[in-house]
């Protein structure tokens, strides 16, 4: 994994002393068990034949260099947005023709993978979310990467979210349980949350999340499509 980060890191140009940055920042985090498991292509396909925790580390990349080469946004939390781009997608399962069906379509992956991946982030990770606001300003971005699509507001009755791992949320602290109920409840349209992060550093996520799919990895139509109904229709 560290020489095809290495190689990466050269096509977004970066510097030995950004190398230097950027590894300090993400060591910790892809040296966990389920990060690791998540760079297997086989066992994680993301975006055609592209795993999991590439694209993860292919939205860090972009997000550290759009923050490091644009002057107006100096006063941007690097560290923190790159986390932010790190968790942004460590929901439960593989998405792609999963055999789990979803009694609402509001409850499909595009809808729910963010909160998916705020509660394993959380729970994997949790030294990320010791300061209150630090653990806000993640939360939030993470669950609003995808901007404009909408994420599903968390419920009081979380049953109804048919989530992959909601046996892990139930176990989470009543405090972080607030931020997600709080955050996914902004801009609420029926059961969905049309909001971007209201924070800079999870809109910087979410821009790099889009240039990362759009240009590089989303090959054809049918990879969008699949991306908010959980089925591909090739292969
Ligand atoms: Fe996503
Ligand atoms: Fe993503």
Known sequence: ????????????D????????FFSFIIPIISHDEFIKRY?????????NISLGYHILSDAMVTYKLIKDKDKYMNVDLKTAVIIAMFHDLYELP???????KDHFTNKHGFVHPIEAVINAITWY???????????II??????????????????????????????????????????????????????????????????????????????ELKSINSLQSLITGRLRYK
């Open 1 to 12: 994994m560290i020489d095809d980060i290495i190689n990466l890191l050269d096509t977004y």
């Open 14 to 21: 970066f510097n030995k002393e950004e190398k230097e940055e």
């Open 40 to 48: 297997d292509a086989l066992e994680y396909p993301h975006h055609d």
């Open 95 to 101: 998405w792609q023709n999963s055999p789990i069906k």
């Open 126 to 136: 949790p030294e990320y979310f010791e300061n209150k606001e630090i653990a806000y």
């Open 139 to 216: 939360i939030d971005g993470i669950l609003h990467h995808m901007y404009p699509f909408p994420v599903k507001s968390a419920l009081k009755n979380i049953e109804e979210l048919e989530l992959n791992n909601i046996n892990k949320y139930k176990k989470l602290l009543p405090k972080y349980k607030d931020m997600i109920i709080k955050s996914t409840n902004r801009n609420k349209l029926f059961k969905l949350s049309i909001s971007r992060s209201s924070y800079i550093e999870g809109r910087i996520v979410s821009k790099a999340d889009k240039q990362v799919s759009i240009s590089k």
